[in-house]
């Protein structure tokens, strides 16, 4: 059920993961079914959302994506699943990222540096 609802790995372009939040496409798999199915799963608990979308300039262009997201969160969320993650922005984005909700922002550039792709 699970592997029906996720997109393939395989082929060329951006990753299913660079096409689900792009805020000039519309997401590329059922994240409410996917959802559901993960919460039947007996031993493995959905605490939230995750995303890294394309960077944007300006704050207002970076809120757009991270909205999607925090709304997708709530509707999820009204439907009865127990979230409590939105985990979204990056040192470049947290502003945005805070400003529309995320619960947790990963900032290990703004704390250590940028650091060179090995």
């Not at 947790?104 to 060179?116: C, H, W």
């Amino acid at each position: 059920m699970i592997e029906e609802l996720l997109p393939s790995l395989e082929g060329e372009g951006p990753s299913p993961r660079q096409r689900a939040l792009s805020s000039s496409r519309r997401p590329h798999l059922n994240a409410p079914a996917l959802a559901a199915a993960i919460a039947q799963l007996p031993r493995l608990r959905l605490r939230g959302l995750m995303a890294i979308p394309e960077p944007a300039n300006g704050f207002e262009a970076q809120r757009v994506p991270h909205r999607a997201l925090r709304r997708l969160f709530e509707s999820l969320r009204n439907q009865g699943l127990a979230l409590d993650t939105l985990s979204i922005g990056m040192s470049d984005d947290l502003e945005a990222a805070i400003a529309e909700g995320s619960t947790l922002v990963r900032v290990g550039t703004a704390i250590f540096g940028a650091r060179q792709a090995p």
